[in-house]
């Protein structure tokens, strides 16, 4: 399954760069390596795990800190998996909103 997946994501076809990459598992061994590859990629990796993988412990992962997010969750509870969804989509609503912010305070500086 590792072979596949390493495919998928390195065909030029398939950009990540600021794609929303949910993980369950996350923490486990397998879980970690698909985070760093998705990471790697320029994908934004959230983690739902009911452990959070502490990746500024580990070295591989150090690059990535700020495309990181881990999320408390059981995903044998349903009410637990739809909360931490919203989390996703709050960030992703914050995210966009400073994206236009940004574009807005760019076009009044050239304005001036």
């Known amino acids: 399954m590792i ?3 390493n495919k998928l994501l390195e065909s030029s ?3 990540l760069t600021k794609k929303i990459a949910v993980i369950t598992g996350g923490s486990g ?3 970690q390596q698909h985070c760093l590859a998705l990471l790697e990629k ?3 990796v959230f983690n739902f795990d ?3 993988l502490e990746i500024l412990s ?3 992962f150090a690059p990535y800190s700020e495309n990181f997010y881990n999320i408390r ?3 044998t509870n349903e009410k637990n998996v739809e909360e931490a969804f919203k989390q996703v989509i709050d960030h992703q609503v914050h995210d966009s909103g400073q ?3 940004r574009q807005v305070h760019i076009r009044l500086r050239c304005m001036q």
């Open 58 to 60: 580990l070295n591989e």
């Open 29 to 31: 061994f397998l879980g």
């Open 13 to 15: 076809k398939n950009s």
């Open 73 to 75: 969750c059981d995903i």
């Open 50 to 52: 009911l452990l959070p």
């Open 3 to 5: 072979g596949w997946s």
């Open 99 to 101: 994206q236009v912010l």
């Open 42 to 44: 320029g994908a934004i």
